[in-house]
């Protein structure tokens, strides 16, 4: 009986020693993690060093993107027609678009020999096939393409 009661304290003792260990061992990686005063002093310093050159690329490329009329993205096509009065449907089909839609616009383009109308400008085809959904019961024919878009207000 006594036996055991020492075996159980020595068990106890040991058990603990590691509990407290843990626990010292947590306390430091604390304190390891703790900036330091050094770096403290250090921070909001940054020091930029490159080659002259890539200012002047950088500028080339903000010239390119203030030439360019959009960016690559998509459209819902309304109509397309070929032939003599084209154009005339093509205007009507867009001015009938304006008065179902007031806040979008719709915009005509020619390709040869197509005039057609398109509407909204959209960055990604989730969006582009959402709205398409919108207008598919006045629009039945209606299909997502992709084409030059402007540039979307930024909020």
Do not use: W
Request: glycine share 4%.
């Amino acid at each position: 009986m006594k036996f055991r009661c020492i075996a159980l304290l020595i068990v106890l003792l040991f058990v603990g020693h590691f509990l407290f260990a843990q626990n010292y061992k947590y306390q430091q990686l604390e304190r390891m993690s703790e900036p330091s005063d050094t770096l403290r002093r250090a921070a909001g310093k940054v020091e930029i060093i490159q080659d002259s050159r890539i200012d002047s690329i950088v500028k080339m490329h903000i010239a390119y993107n203030k030439s360019q009329e959009g960016i690559i993205g998509y459209r819902v096509q309304i109509f397309f027609d070929a032939g003599n009065n084209s154009l005339k449907k093509a205007e009507a089909e867009a001015a009938h678009y304006h008065t179902l839609f007031p806040t979008d616009t719709a915009y005509i383009s020619f390709t040869e020999p197509y005039y057609k109308v398109r509407v909204g400008d959209f960055r990604t085809k989730l969006e582009a096939e959402g709205y398409k959904h919108k207008i598919l019961k006045d629009y039945p024919n209606a299909f997502v393409i992709q084409d030059f878009i402007r540039f979307p207000e930024l909020h």
